[in-house]
């Protein structure tokens, strides 16, 4: 039996239930060498264990303490599993979560310019050139397997975290240092697109 302690995992996206049991976890900062580590994929079997279900509800309650926080991959709370959670409406709404277990990149077309920020690297944002739309299937957290068009915020996000799957960070896909990277104080895990 799967666990479900927060949601039945239909219809996709998601509202975001707080649960009790969820905590927020530690965000692992670069240069930590997790966040060079390919993550390795979860079993299927796997998906219903109380140790994924607990990461994918802490990750969803991590994401969401930081304020404007858009997405968040295992490997930053020092996991290195192929998951990553989103939500393109960070604080406000809370409607569009999804957890994406072992996702797989299917097409990618009409690539932009994208300025993101990224909560492992706190003092930094960045332009990249990220693709506006994409297919990407994933499991969720109950086991089933979905595939959904993405496009625009939502994409951008979704290439952002599979980057972090990979080992791939937002530094390694700029073009041009001194106009591409800009110091901030402090900049969350975000997207916006710039054409
Ligand atoms: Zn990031």
Not at 77 to 83: D, F, K, Q, S, T
Not at 146 to 173: M, N
């Amino acid at each position: 039996m799967l666990r479900g302690r927060i949601w039945k995992y239909t219809p996709n996206p998601l509202k975001y239930t707080p649960c009790e049991t969820m905590t927020i976890r530690k965000i692992r900062l670069y240069p930590d060498p997790i966040l060079r580590q390919k993550c390795r994929p979860v079993d299927l079997q796997e998906i219903e264990t109380a140790y994924i279900q607990d990461l994918v509800n802490d990750m969803v309650k991590t994401m969401y303490h930081f304020e404007g926080t858009v997405g968040l991959a295992a490997c930053q709370v020092g996991e290195p599993v192929r998951i990553f959670v989103m939500d393109s409406t960070a604080k406000t709404t809370r409607d569009r979560l999804k957890v994406l277990i072992n996702p797989t990149i299917n097409a990618q077309s009409q690539w932009k310019y994208s300025r993101e920020g990224c909560l492992s690297f706190p003092d930094y944002i960045v332009t990249v050139k990220r693709a506006r739309k994409m297919i990407l299937s994933w499991h969720t957290p109950a086991g089933e397997q979905v595939e959904e068009d993405l496009r625009d915020f939502e994409a951008i996000i979704a290439q952002h975290e599979f980057d972090h799957l990979e080992g791939i960070l937002f530094l390694d896909r700029i073009k041009n240092i001194n106009t591409d990277l800009i110091i901030r104080s402090h900049q969350p895990e975000q997207a916006v697109i710039t054409d």
